[in-house]
């Protein structure tokens, strides 16, 4: 029997909004509802693919990049490619918490 996939779509924005300082535990508290909202979907059978947007994170990466240059570009590609590591590991963060608060396993 197939079961749907549920999609949970994360903008940059949705995670660190314009009041927050874009701390690491901020953003993972701002996953939480949204990772809530999936958990009863999922209890009922159906695969989650959460993905995400990145860009007001990784705006402020190339900003301290090239601030520490003293003007001159950071490398974008790096920049990106470690911000999305970076978000993908909050999201698990906020998922793990999630399915401990409902007592599921982790995995």
């Not at 949970?8 to 690491?24: C, D, I, K, Q």
């Not at 989650?48 to 402020?60: H, K, S, T």
């Not at 911000?83 to 906020?94: D, I, P, T």
Request: charged letters at 25%; one cysteine or more; aromatic letters at 4%.
């Amino acid at each position: 029997m197939k079961h749907a996939t549920i999609v949970v779509a994360f903008g940059g924005n949705a995670l660190w909004p314009r009041e927050s300082r874009g701390e690491p535990a901020e953003q993972i508290a701002n996953c939480a509802p949204r990772v809530r909202a999936a958990r009863r979907s999922v209890r009922t059978g159906a695969r989650l693919l959460l993905v995400f947007g990145n860009g007001p994170q990784v705006g402020a990466e190339l900003l301290r990049n090239t601030r520490a240059r003293r003007g001159r570009a950071g490398p974008p590609r790096r920049v990106r490619r470690r911000n999305a590591g970076s978000m993908g590991y909050m999201l698990e963060l906020a998922v793990r918490a999630e399915l401990a608060d409902a007592g599921s396993p982790s995995r």
